[in-house]
């Protein structure tokens, strides 16, 4: 029922691991009305069951053929053709997700993930840096919004990004678009990556998602339109910025962030872990530097996180220095340094959410074009994905995300 990996030998016994397959009818069975037909009903089921199965490759062809189809017409038309809302199903899986791992440490992260691929039909496939490959490759790159706490991980949410050679108002570019099955308020103009994230914590929050911090990195940390928006709406965030990010100082001034590290005296840093990782807890020195307030009486601080040795090669001498990394910080008054080091150590989870997507459900391993059909299937391996870390958030005793802070 499960594949390999996730849920590790000795965690369920036999009989908790039969019980599963009823676990998973009463997740679908509560998914029903989402669809008008019976045989949909009937394809999700055959679907999440494949994307769940140990098949070695989770395309349409073998999905089909877990199923027992002979081939994947009736899987394409399902995501292609049948009548139903990805986006309501997608509410039903985040409202799903939250309930099984909604704690006090929850946390909402915004990331991007790419996948490579060929020709240039698929909806979103341009020539673009996708930190999968680490380099400019012909793929497809979406924005997605992680829900963790110590009780686990998962996406709930998704948007597929379209540069600019999907954008414009010609006559090719719409038809381009309108192929795919392109919404023309996507096609005409380019939707950045932070807006998407933007749109996804918005319908986060007008869902009344219970979480303490909103975390990104620098793609979305910079964005001061991102920045002003959730501050506007009152949400905690711990942002990662460039060194260069120009922030406001209590008294009015302004200075990049880099300038602040090379003010605060060397006794002001203190040692502590962010979050466990392979070798162990994750230790580097941290400083904290007050900022201006927000209009709403919120604090503003910026996160200093300097590596504990040398590790990065200086461009200027070739010599190895400390890494010194930086996060824009947006809280309640009294917040201690010890809890945004916390905060800023969980956006570790969105990574471990795409590995278990894409390497246990089959996220990254599609075979459709269309716009339509990438939204669907996507959800999809979402409820997939929500019903694994609900399995393990119900069945095997959550684990703490970090070391308990020091006083």
Known sequence: MLPPGAVPTGELDEAEIRALGGE???????????????????NLRAMVRGLLSEVPRKNMWQLAEFAGHPNPDRLQGFLAKAAWDADELRDRVRAYAVAALEADDAVLIADETGDIKKGTKTAGVQRQYTGTAGRIENAQVSVHLSYGSSRGRTLIDRELYLGRVWAGCTAGHERRCAEQGIPPERAATVTT?????????ERALDAGVPFTYFLADEAYGQCRTLRAWLEERRVRYVLAVPKD?????PDRRTRQARELYALVPE????????ADGAKGPREYDWAGVQLAPTAEDFERNLLIRRSTVPNKKDKKTGGLVREVAYFLCHTVPGTTLAELVVAAGQRWMVEESFQVA?????????????????YRHTTVCMLAMAFLTAV??????????TPSPRP
């Not at 009463?26 to 989402?34: G, Q, T, Y």
């Not at 990010?245 to 100082?249: A, G, I, K, N």
């Not at 006794?267 to 962010?274: A, I, L, M, N």
């Open 24 to 42: 998973l009818e009463v997740l679908c069975a509560s998914m029903d009305d989402v669809f008008a037909r019976p045989a949909s009903r009937e």
């Open 193 to 201: 990556k932070p807006e998407l994230a933007r749109r996804m914590l």
């Open 245 to 249: 990010e120009v922030v406001p100082l």
């Open 267 to 274: 006794e002001t840093f203190e040692r502590r872990s962010c």
């Open 358 to 374: 894409k390497g246990q459900v089959g996220l990254d391993e599609h075979e459709v074009r269309k716009w339509c059909s990438w």
């Open 392 to 401: 393990r958030s119900r069945h095997i005793s959550a684990q703490p995300m």
